[in-house]
T-cell receptor
């Protein structure tokens, strides 16, 4: 059973702080990893994609991937109230095929309070 | 460039009725997907397609059917609607099997 687990929430941080979101996955053959942000009543919006070990930075967002530990994380620096949303970790569990089926975690609710 | 569009936005069905959820993308993506999202849950894959004429089941296909006659369109058919199909349905598309997926705005379906 291919699984993606996210740290249980909800996560509450003060404005300006760093928010840390974590995700583990079970399929060692996974090739690509994504973080989506979903506001209430809206569709998932891609925040970050990462394909190789290490860090990838985009503005206030940093994704970290460690394939040996089967762990991917998202750091949000200088958190803003507008970052309050549900964050979904998604892992490509193609397992060697090219079908690109994403397995999603259950999501972590982030609240940034002023 | 509208991206991924879905119709309708909302729908209420009676038990046993049927309907088709429409999905269209204008990005020339070969890969298209249907997901459902229940309250407080992640997304579950219903069906996917890797190109026109090619579809396959995902994690929760029972009660649904799909077809893919063109690159742009990927409709989802619900036959004999049941209360368990009350959910939000998202269509997504992708350039390749390992790249990011782009989501449509969703259809909120209630079966009473």
């Amino acid at each position: 059973q291919k699984e993606v687990e996210q740290n249980s929430g909800p996560l509450s941080v003060p404005e300006g702080a760093i928010a840390s979101l974590n995700c583990t996955y079970s399929d060692r053959g996974s090739q690509s990893f994504f973080w989506y942000r979903q506001y209430s009543g809206k569709s998932p919006e891609l925040i970050m994609s990462i394909y190789s070990n290490g860090d990838k930075e985009d503005g206030r967002f940093t994704a970290q991937l460690n394939k040996a530990s089967q762990y991917v994380s998202l750091l949000i620096r200088d958190s803003q109230p507008s970052d309050s949303a549900t964050y979904l970790c998604a892992v490509n569990s193609a397992g060697g095929t090219s079908y690109g089926k994403l397995t999603f975690g259950q999501g972590t609710i982030l609240t940034v309070h002023p | 460039n509208a991206g991924v569009t879905q119709t309708p936005k909302f729908r209420i069905l009676k038990i046993g009725q049927s309907m088709t959820l429409q999905c269209t993308q204008d990005m020339n993506h070969n890969y298209m997907y249907w997901y459902r999202q229940d309250p407080g849950m992640g997304l579950k894959l219903i069906y996917y397609s890797v190109g026109a004429g090619i579809t396959d089941k995902g994690e929760v296909p029972n009660g649904y059917n799909v077809s893919r006659s063109t690159t742009e369109d990927f409709p989802l058919r619900l036959e004999l609607a049941a209360p368990s199909q009350t959910s939000v349905y998202f269509c997504a598309s992708s350039y390749s099997g390992v790249r990011e997926q782009f989501f449509g705005p969703g259809t909120r379906l209630t079966v009473l």
